[in-house]
């Protein structure tokens, strides 16, 4: 979906939103399976709210940025991807600091890394083309982490 998200220069198509439901649905199957291996805790909570206010307030503050009329629908992702980021925060600190489990958090903050550059990518006027590559890059190197913690978790 994200593929085909820019329509123009200045707007956004559907599809857009299709592909943020589509991660925001694979950000709650995240979420759900760090609840299944330890607890829920409130500060997970209170860290989503805050990471997902700063990233927001950080992002509306870059000039040159223009989200197209899409920034109900990023400010609802960014809280999804919050809550998968503290839920596997909480995940490493409820397991002792375990190196196995420090993959996953570390996956899933590449996660919210490359959703950072992919911002920038979609919504920055002018974006450099690095972007791309480097966003793709950030993006796999998450989910390999994510993928490979199963041989430990």
């Known amino acids: 979906f994200l593929i085909y998200a820019k329509e123009s220069e200045s707007t956004m198509s559907k599809n857009f939103i299709y592909g943020l439901l589509s991660f925001s649905f694979a950000h709650i199957f995240f979420s759900v399976g760090f609840i299944s291996i330890s607890d829920f805790s409130i500060y997970t909570i209170i860290f989503t709210i805050i990471l997902s206010s700063i990233s927001l307030l950080f992002l509306k503050s870059i000039k040159g940025l223009d989200f197209k009329g899409m920034f109900n629908y990023v400010a609802f992702y960014a809280i999804v991807i919050s809550f998968m980021f503290a839920q596997s925060l909480n995940l490493y600190l409820s397991n002792s600091f375990s190196f196995d489990i420090l993959i996953v958090t570390i996956g899933a903050l590449l996660f919210v890394?490359?959703?950072?550059?992919?911002?920038?990518?979609?919504?920055?006027?002018?974006?450099?083309?690095?972007?791309?590559?480097?966003?793709?890059?950030?993006?796999?190197?998450?989910?390999?982490?994510?993928?490979?913690?199963?041989?430990?978790?």
């Not at 959703?115 to 989910?143: E, H, M, R, T």
């Open 113 to 153: 890394l490359s959703d950072l550059i992919l911002a920038f990518d979609y919504f920055y006027k002018n974006p450099p083309k690095i972007l791309g590559a480097l966003n793709l890059l950030v993006y796999y190197s998450a989910q390999a982490l994510i993928a490979l913690s199963v041989f430990y978790v």
